[in-house]
């Protein structure tokens, strides 16, 4: 993914998404997307790898105007569809808290900050729940980390 991601194109899955004129686009088509989906991708891939809140969401879509969560679910709805994301691989809920672009960013290697690797968990078996709870555990150090200013 692109490291300014508000200048640049980055990669989502096999789409490429330019989040300057939120253009989504796939083999140089470019795929339909309404205005305030744009924006709530844009703001997904500056913040991709953390969990948005549902909040934040629509104060950066909606600012100074009351809607319901239902106009953020819908506009989920529509990247997902638009990026064939049924399966909830790209753009994630995370119940009660909001969404997570799971995508990483490349580190900006300018910077003298220090980049970490958080990689998924491996547990051995096929269980649904094992799988969540270290989904789980891999999210809370991402937050973690992410939350940690310098």
Request: charged fraction near 25%; charge should be negative; hydrophobic fraction near 40%.
């Amino acid at each position: 993914m692109a490291t300014e991601a508000s200048a640049q194109a980055c990669r989502l899955g096999k789409f490429s998404f330019d989040p300057s004129s939120g253009a989504l686009s796939y083999d140089r088509e470019i795929i339909f997307l309404r205005p305030k989906a744009q924006v709530l991708l844009s703001h997904l891939v500056r913040n991709a790898g953390r969990v948005v809140s549902k909040s934040e969401l629509l104060d950066a879509v909606w600012p100074e105007v009351t809607v319901t969560e239902d106009s953020l679910t819908q506009c989920v709805r529509e990247i997902r569809k638009a990026l064939g994301d049924e399966a909830q691989a790209l753009v994630r809920t995370v119940s009660r808290r909001g969404y997570m672009l799971a995508v990483a960013r490349e580190p900006d290697l300018t910077t003298d900050a220090p980049a970490v690797a958080v990689l998924r968990f491996h547990h051995g078996t096929d269980d649904p729940t094992e799988t969540a709870i270290s989904d789980g555990i891999a999210e809370d150090i991402l937050n973690g980390l992410g939350d940690s200013g310098p």
